[in-house]
């Protein structure tokens, strides 16, 4: 099979030709039709999600199942799959309470400690295969099992919201941020879009922002104070969690509110705030680890309903992987992206 290969942390991919992967007793073979590419895969090519090089990366797998091991009775060749992104055991406390992504016996991610979706086979365990509903393509059921079902866990567990809430979404344009604002607008907020481009801005309020702010050379807390007649936001939700967007964040918060972290913080260890906050304000500050198998489910259905559209802009084969990583690494790619096989 034809594949793209990270021999070292950070290299380029690497063309090759290897051997169709063997299935275990509980294992399944998917035969790769499409598979997403997001800013995800900029910390795992560094290594920061453990795993181990040479590596085939890529988890926003969509395909066909070719083979599926002895022990499997869950699905079956020529079944349209997806696929969870974590490597989970499904017994301890975490998984059967439904929070599998704080698994404690984790065992790596897709991509990282096995072979993903960057070659034109899969050897993915069977369990963590999700069928592809009627109707919804190999690209968009890829990109949803991260982009959309991250932000479907966010509402649901991490800050719940009600008609009427505001959500800032930091990264509005982004490849999750599109996401953020389409299922924000599911629960009924009033969603207030931030990147640093008009270009993805526009994009923004296509999918539903009410309001935008351009954050180039701006501080973001002034022009959301000035939004909200002072108030300030009940939630926001950062996909970019730098050292400036967490403090600016903060400043942003309403009385009440909720800040959720999606993206990994990296690069800045102390921040400044007005700790009083947490008492007089009550505020929130959290994370959001990715989502479980039946969220991604859910996500699937939205999709296929078309309350949510998976924002699959821009499309390549796989032999181009090394222009798409520097695009995708530089920001300069609107909304989600895939390489589609033949």
Same mark, same amino acid.
């Given at each position: 099979? #034809?594949?793209?290969? @990270? ?9 090759? +030709? ?45 395909? &066909? ?5 002895? @022990?499997?009775?869950?699905? #079956? ?15 301890? #406390? ?70 009427? +809430?505001?959500?800032?979404? &930091? ?38 922002? +009410? !309001? ?10 002034? !022009? ?23 403090? !600016? ?35 929130? &500050? ?44 530089? @920001? ?11």
């Amino acid at each position: 099979m #034809k594949a793209m290969v @990270m021999k070292e942390w950070n290299g380029p991919y690497e063309p090759e +030709d290897r051997p169709i992967p063997e299935v275990g007793p509980l294992d399944v073979l998917i035969k790769v039709k499409a598979c997403g590419i997001g800013y995800t895969l900029t910390g795992l090519r560094a290594g920061y999600n453990g795993g181990s090089v040479p590596r085939i990366i890529g988890h926003e797998i969509g395909g &066909i199942l070719e083979e599926v091991g002895t @022990m499997v009775t869950t699905c #079956k060749p020529g079944d349209r799959v997806c696929v969870s992104f974590y490597l989970t055991c499904g017994h301890c #406390k975490w998984c059967v309470n439904g929070r599998e992504t704080l698994c404690e016996n984790f065992e790596g991610f897709i991509g990282a400690a096995i072979d993903g979706g960057f070659a034109e086979y899969a050897r993915i365990p069977a369990r963590n295969v999700i069928a592809i509903p009627e109707g919804v393509g190999f690209a968009e059921a890829g990109v949803s099992t991260d982009a959309v079902a991250t932000n479907w866990h966010v509402f649901r567990k991490r800050v719940p919201i009600k008609p009427n +809430d505001s959500v800032l979404v &930091i990264g509005a344009g982004g490849g999750v941020g599109i996401h953020t604002v389409q299922v924000a607008k599911v629960f009924g907020a009033y969603v207030i879009g931030v990147d640093v481009s008009d270009e993805k801005l526009e994009l923004a309020k296509k999918y539903g922002a +009410d !309001e935008v702010i351009n954050a180039a050379g701006k501080e973001t807390a002034k !022009e959301v104070l000035k939004l909200t007649a002072g108030s300030g936001v009940d939630a926001i939700v950062d996909m970019v969690s730098t050292k400036q967007t967490f403090e !600016e964040d903060v400043k942003s918060l309403g009385r009440g509110g909720t800040l959720v972290l999606v993206a990994v913080p990296r690069g800045f260890s102390e921040f400044e705030m007005d700790g009083s906050r947490f008492i007089f304000d009550e505020i929130t &500050i959290t994370g959001n680890r990715y989502a479980n198998r039946q969220e991604i489910k859910e996500s699937l259905e939205l999709v296929k309903r078309g309350i949510v559209q998976p924002v699959v802009i821009n499309t390549f084969p796989l032999h181009e992987a090394n222009r798409v990583q520097k695009l995708i690494d530089n @920001m300069e790619l609107l909304g989600r992206t895939a390489f589609v096989f033949e």
